[in-house]
């Protein structure tokens, strides 16, 4: 077996002037439900996504979207847009719009979103001359469809986003009125993050012969697990690693490295502490790994080294700790290691050791995750001894196929949060929530809905952000609802 394989977006076929547009994002690698779902729908393919907000879905149809576009490019008529993508909010529906902004900065596409609580006439405008891709809530965009300021008839792909939450807010009979109106020969896109038996249908009538792509909850799992950072030199790693296995607390500790030859140097520098542990990995028999895994289980040994791809069939109840000695490359890994601990409800804890180079994946995971995580400088912390000179696990690997400069942040702590097993649940820089799978965020998403349909009561959100803002999440761009010109193409 291999270790985890790398994906970049250029492998996935991305085009050079979106590539450009993620690099300047900072984006390194694609999230698992990205690198599954963007070769698919660049193929043509429909689609049917199992996913939630966190798990960069957005990115995984607004690049594929944006490719195919840019492969075909043809001006749209007149009230006509080459792609549709339906929100269930208004909050939702600017996010997606800027992203499709950010990500085709290059192309020279145009996006329009249109919403309820604010005018329709610039939204008219805006599709006037025709866009090649238009946001919208359902309610407002039945309004324009009644209006004739949008035609749907040209439509080549249809994205209907968060299904789930269109069922919970009463706008199936719309979505199936403006589906009527497009072609049969569309390209279609489909994600939820459950599948309740009316989507399940709704499912099956929109698509044709879907490529399934599912991917675990990001939230629900964060939430539950005690998480911290310990920024550390790379070649004092292993020593911390012993003195965090001090703690008798670490009854049942999973150490997560990213290859299997670190699994073994740091599995042996435990044993060699005294700490009894086993090594799992691809190289591994099966046999020697079930007999580690029974080890483990039964508590004869207190750690597990393991790789991702190893970690995988990992089922243990009571793991107390989960330790990344290295930060996976993939952000999603992050929340798939986590997991491992707060099993069945329990609560967990989660330390990463991060060398200054493995700061960009920090920075990504913090973005997935949409969390700060506390953290704790040990770097220069004479106590702890340097092992080997080699940097076999170090860094030097985080570095490999990041591309970007390393140790762009001064070195210290992100948020000063001292204590290293701090609960990690602030969500955000501003103090909104800004996860919206599981808080108030859910409401604030229904509120915007109700503006939606019916318009007049709309106003009084305008400018709220909802509870999905994410104004700094990015580096660009503000709160969303504050930009009212809710139908400005961009050119
Ligand atoms: P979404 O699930 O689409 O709401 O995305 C969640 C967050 O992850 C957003 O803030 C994105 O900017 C960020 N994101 C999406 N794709 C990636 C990626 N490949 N690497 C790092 N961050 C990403």
Redesign the pocket.
């Known amino acids: 077996m291999k270790d985890m394989e790398l994906t970049t977006?250029s492998e996935l076929g991305l085009n050079a002037n979106l590539l450009k547009a993620?690099a300047a994002?900072?984006?390194?690698?694609?999230?698992p439900?990205?690198a599954q779902a963007i070769p698919s729908v660049i193929a043509g393919r429909d689609l049917m996504g199992i996913?939630?907000?966190?798990?960069?879905?957005?990115?995984?149809f607004a690049l594929p979207i944006l490719h195919r576009l840019a492969a075909n490019r043809r001006p749209a008529p007149r009230h006509h847009a080459r792609v549709l993508v339906l929100s269930p909010t208004r909050e939702l529906a600017a996010?997606i719009a800027d992203?499709f902004k950010t990500y085709g900065r290059h192309t020279g596409l145009t996006v329009a979103v249109m919403y309820g609580g604010v005018a329709h006439r610039p939204q008219a405008t805006a599709m006037s001359r025709g866009v090649d891709v238009l946001v919208a809530t359902p309610g407002r965009l039945i309004d324009h469809l009644d209006q004739r300021s949008v035609v749907l008839s040209g439509t080549e792909i249809l994205v209907l986003d968060e299904a789930d939450q269109m069922l919970d807010m009463g706008f199936i009979r719309p979505i199936r009125q403006i589906v009527g109106k497009l072609s049969q020969r569309r390209q279609s896109l489909f994600f939820s993050a459950t599948m309740p038996k009316e989507i399940g249908a709704l499912a099956a009538e929109l698509l044709r012969d879907p490529v399934r792509v599912s991917v675990a909850p990001?939230a629900t799992t964060v939430d539950r697990v005690r998480q911290s950072v310990i920024h550390i030199e790379p070649q004092k790693k292993a020593s911390l690693l012993v003195e965090l296995f001090s703690d008798p607390a670490m009854k049942r500790a999973l150490v997560f490295t990213r290859t299997k030859r670190g699994a073994d140097k740091v599995a042996r520098h435990l044993e060699a502490a005294g700490i009894i542990v086993s090594a799992i990995h691809g190289n591994k028999s099966q046999r020697q790994r079930e007999e580690a895994l029974e080890d483990f289980r039964a508590g004869r040994i207190r750690g597990l080294v393991a790789t991702d791809i190893a970690a995988r069939g990992i089922d243990v109840d009571e793991v107390s700790h989960v330790v990344n000695f290295e930060l996976p490359n993939v952000?999603e890994s992050y929340v798939h290691r986590i997991g491992r601990t707060a099993r069945a409800g329990a609560e967990g804890i989660a330390i990463s050791l991060c060398g200054s180079e493995e700061r960009p994946l920090l920075r990504?995971i913090e973005?997935?995750t949409?969390q700060t995580i506390p953290s704790t400088n040990r770097s220069g912390d004479a106590g702890l001894a340097a092992v080997g000179s080699d940097r076999g696990h170090g860094d030097g690997r985080a570095a490999r196929g990041n591309g970007r400069p390393h140790a762009a942040r001064p070195s210290g702590q992100r948020n000063g949060a001292s204590n290293g097993h701090g609960h990690g649940h602030s969500h955000g820089h501003g103090g909104a929530p800004r996860n919206?799978a599981s808080k108030g965020s859910r409401n604030g998403q229904r509120s915007g809905s109700a503006g939606d349909r019916h318009a007049s009561a709309g106003e009084r959100h305008a400018g709220a952000g909802g509870g999905r803002g994410?104004a700094g999440?990015?580096g660009h761009g503000g709160g969303h609802a504050s930009r009212s010109g809710a139908a400005a193409a961009k050119r």
């Open positions: 977006f993620l994002e900072g984006y390194t690698v694609p999230t439900i990205q996913a939630q907000t966190g798990t960069g879905k957005t990115a995984a996010q992203s990001v952000p990504d973005r997935l949409r919206g994410h999440s990015r």
